[in-house]
């Protein structure tokens, strides 16, 4: 298996198309009964004051299923652990604040030295052309876990991946 390509080895000026998978990694304990990541069981969801603490993805320009997994990606033993995905076009759009202020999700490439697909999933107020950064609150940070867990859907790996026995 080839190695996660590096920051240096990718450009990371290129545009995400709407139909680019992000692909983030999953603990079994955020899952429901059916399979689903559970909103409620979500981790590493959270805004903080700058882009580069948003929540993780990896692009698939970039990468396959099986760096999201690579300790090189995940900076730690993840073995076990499942691969969802989500479309660039299905990240959330147009939620609200209780005094009318509305937030868009978007994808921001955020390479890494040795995980050159790292990227974020940032947000920014729906009235700013420029997509600056904005922290949203709490209210919008629910909604957009809710939106965010029931879109992603499970990753098919092969091999030892994903808690599978070794193929042999």
Known sequence: ?????????????????????????????????????????INAVSFRKDVE???????????????????????RDVNGWLVFSIRVDELPTGLTTGDGRSFDFFPKHVPLENCGAHSVTASALSSDPSRTYAKPNPKVTGAFKARFATALKQVPLTGKENGAPAEG
């Open 1 to 41: 298996m080839a190695l996660p390509l590096k920051a240096n080895e990718v450009d990371s000026t290129a545009p995400f198309t709407p139909e680019e998978l992000l692909y983030r990694r999953v603990e079994r304990s955020e899952l429901n009964s059916r399979g689903e990541v559970d909103p409620t069981r």
């Open 53 to 75: 603490s948003a929540p993780s993805v990896m692009r698939s320009k970039f990468s396959s299923p099986q760096d999201v997994l690579d300790v090189l990606c995940a900076e």
